[in-house]
């Protein structure tokens, strides 16, 4: 049984659509996140929900809109995608609310390819 | 700006060579973690130092933070190809939680 996962793994489209990428985690995890990886592996964290509240809403432009419908499921819909967009997203789970005192889990990624 | 910085960027070693990556923050960490991320794959974590002048060991890795809570290291005893990878430190900075610029270790048989 996978921890994390996301869908899709791979998502290649045109500069202005809008897409989704979609998480589960089966931990029993209070929290998760959106991390970004571009092309140089810098990590960034971008958003994180505990129990269905956003908590952390770093510097990230508001086409990225994350939606948690449950504990266990946080998606990610970005509008208008630029090819600055392009990177790796990976979503992530923790017990507890702090990310800096608590094990990460991270999914498989999602590789975003912006055209 | 990225406020916390991992040296070196990448490393090439030849299989049974030492590795060091040191983590380096211009503020206080209230702890430290350290990940790995395969090639193609995602990080894991591997272990959280949160004592000032902590050294932890997990088989042929050992990690230490710095007395003044402010640098970390991980180094690495007879590198063997399995531990090719991307390793990260992460921390909190004030109200926000970093990654290190990550360092990038090949190991060649």
């Known amino acids: 049984d996978t921890a994390v996962s996301q869908t899709p793994k791979y998502l290649v489209t045109q500069m202005g659509n809008d897409k989704s990428i979609k998480c589960e985690q089966n931990?029993?995890?209070?929290?998760m996140y959106w991390y970004k990886q571009d092309s140089k592996k810098f990590l960034k964290i971008m958003f994180s929900y505990n129990n269905k509240e956003l908590i952390i809403n770093e510097t990230v432009p508001n086409r990225f809109s994350p939606k948690s419908p449950d504990k266990a499921h946080l998606n990610l819909h970005i509008n208008s995608l630029e090819l600055g967009d392009s990177a790796v997203y990976f979503c992530a789970s923790s017990l507890f609310r702090d990310p800096s005192y608590n094990e990460q889990f991270f999914g498989p990624g999602t590789r975003l390819t912006v055209l | 700006g990225q406020q916390v910085m991992q040296i070196p960027q990448y490393q090439h070693v030849q299989e049974g060579e030492d590795f060091t990556t040191y983590c380096n923050s211009s503020t206080t960490l209230s702890n430290i973690q350290w990940y790995k991320q395969r090639p193609g794959g995602h990080p894991v974590f591997l272990i959280q130092l949160v004592k000032s002048g902590e050294v932890k060991k997990q088989k042929r890795l050992t990690f230490q933070f710095g007395e003044a809570k402010k640098n970390s290291s991980l180094h690495i005893t007879a590198t063997q190809t399995t531990d090719v990878g991307t390793y990260f430190c992460?921390?909190?900075?004030?109200?926000?939680?970093?990654f290190g610029t990550g360092t990038s270790l090949t190991v060649i048989p």
């Open positions: 931990l029993g995890h209070d929290t």
């Open positions: 992460a921390g909190r900075v004030g109200n926000q939680f970093y």
